[in-house]
């Protein structure tokens, strides 16, 4: 499955982005989808994933109640709706699908995606 993030930009804090991720195959509906970021320097972490069923989701606790991951299987294609956004959230964005899991730690886990796209940048100026 290739995998090809967009919508990335400069925004001005408390604004709002939204991130697209648009897969090759239709196929796509039976992986489980996520998104991750890295900042420079740091480590690539979790940010929102959800179950192939798209019913159950997983926020990191620093994006809770402002980002909303969610899907359109008819595209293909995965969201990261972004609101209210604040400079630490300034990082390449990554999307990301694996094969479903059964346990729900495991969607936290860069490792369970075996398919990851390319990046998308988002810089939060203050």
């Known amino acids: 499955v290739q995998l090809q993030a967009s919508g990335g930009g400069l925004v001005q804090a408390g604004g709002s982005l939204r991130l697209s991720c648009a897969a090759s195959?239709?196929?796509?509906?039976?992986?489980?989808r996520g998104w991750f970021r890295q900042a420079p320097g740091k480590e690539r972490e979790f940010v929102a994933a959800?179950?192939?069923?798209?019913?159950?989701?997983y926020y990191a606790d620093s994006v809770k109640g402002r980002f909303t991951i969610s899907r359109d299987n008819a595209k293909n294609t995965v969201y990261l709706q972004m609101s209210s956004l604040k400079p630490e959230d300034t990082a390449v964005y990554y999307c990301?699908?694996?094969?479903?899991?059964?346990?729900?730690?495991?969607?936290?886990?860069?490792?369970?995606?075996?398919?990851w796209g390319q990046g998308t940048q988002v810089t939060v100026s203050s």
């Open positions: 195959e239709r196929t796509f509906s039976a992986y489980i």
């Open positions: 959800h179950t192939r069923s798209g019913i159950s989701t």
């Open positions: 990301a699908a694996g094969p479903p899991l059964s346990y729900s730690g495991s969607y936290y886990q860069h490792r369970s995606y075996d398919y």
